[in-house]
Antibody
Framework: EVQLVESGGGLVQPGGSLRLSCAAS????????MSWVRQAPGKGLEWVSV???????YYADSVKGRFTISRHNSKNTLYLQMNSLRAEDTAVYYC???????????WGQGTLVTVSS | SYVLTQPPSVSVAPGQTARITCGGN??????VHWYQQKPGQAPVLVVY???DRPSGIPERFSGSNSGNTATLTISRVEAGDEADYYC????????????FGTGTKVTVL
C-alpha cells in the first residue's frame, strides 16, 4: 500500500529550527518528484518546496534560504529542514508525491508546526 | 507568477448541482487538478488532468477546462460534499511550479 507518514512537527520558538520527516512506503522516493505543501490555520494551501527525481530543488520565495528539502534514499524518506523559523511559518505541513503528466499530488496526513514564544 | 482565482464560497441545496470555477490566464493550455479538503483532514484528489477521476471518486464529480476558466462540477450534491475545494496547476516554465487556487468553501444548505 502506498503511504506517506509525516513526523517531526511541534512547538518551536521564533528563530529556532525543526526537521520534518516523511516516511514513504509502497514506492521509491528517489524515483519520484516529491513536494512539501503547508496550510496556515484557517488559510489556503501554499506550496513550499519540490525535489525532482534528478535532485533539483525549488522553493517558495517565503522560505528560500531558510528551508532545505532533501531525501535519504536507503530510508526512503523525504525531509524538510526548517531554520530561522517565524510566526508566519505556523502551519500544517504536508508531504506529497507528484504524479502523472500533469503532476497532481497525493498527500500524507500532515504534521503541525507551531512557531511561538 | 501564475495566479488562480476561485470564488470564496458556493452554496447549493441537496440534489442540485454545484459549479466551482478556477480562473487563470490561458488555463485551458494547462492540466488542472482539483482537491477536496474536509475540516481537520488532508486534501484528497477528486479530479486530475482537467476531467479524469481517481478510483473511488463518484461519477458525480466532473471537470472541464477551456480558455481562461476551469470548472469542477458536483452533480446531485450530498451533505458529505460540504468541504473546501482547491484547484491546482503545474507551471512547467517556472521555478515555482506548483500553483494552488484560493479555495472555495462549498456549503450544502
Amino acid at each position: 500500500e502506498v503511504q506517506l507518514v509525516e513526523s517531526g512537527g511541534g512547538l518551536v520558538q521564533p528563530g529556532g529550527s525543526l526537521r520534518l520527516s516523511c516516511a514513504a512506503s509502497g514506492f521509491t522516493v528517489s524515483s519520484n518528484y516529491m513536494s512539501w505543501v503547508r496550510q496556515a490555520p484557517g488559510k489556503g494551501l501554499e506550496w513550499v518546496s519540490v525535489i525532482y527525481s534528478g535532485g533539483s530543488t525549488y522553493y517558495a520565495d517565503s522560505v528560500k534560504g531558510r528551508f532545505t528539502i532533501s531525501r535519504h534514499n536507503s530510508k526512503n524518506t523525504l525531509y524538510l529542514q526548517m531554520n530561522s523559523l517565524r510566526a508566519e511559518d505556523t502551519a500544517v505541513y504536508y508531504c506529497a508525491r507528484c504524479l502523472g503528466s500533469g503532476w497532481y499530488l497525493v498527500w500524507g496526513q500532515g504534521t503541525l508546526v507551531t512557531v511561538s514564544s | 507568477s501564475y495566479v488562480l482565482t476561485q470564488p470564496p464560497s458556493v452554496s447549493v441545496a441537496p440534489g442540485q448541482t454545484a459549479r466551482i470555477t478556477c480562473g487563470g490566464n490561458n488555463i485551458g493550455s494547462k492540466s488542472v487538478h482539483w482537491y477536496q479538503q474536509k475540516p481537520g483532514q488532508a486534501p484528497v484528489l477528486v479530479v486530475y488532468d482537467d476531467s479524469d477521476r481517481p478510483s473511488g471518486i463518484p461519477e458525480r464529480f466532473s471537470g472541464s477546462n477551456s480558455g481562461n476558466t476551469a470548472t469542477l462540477t458536483i452533480s446531485r450534491v450530498e451533505a458529505g460534499d460540504e468541504a473546501d475545494y482547491y484547484c491546482q496547476v503545474w507551471d512547467s516554465s517556472s521555478d515555482h511550479p506548483y500553483v494552488f487556487g484560493t479555495g472555495t468553501k462549498v456549503t450544502v444548505l
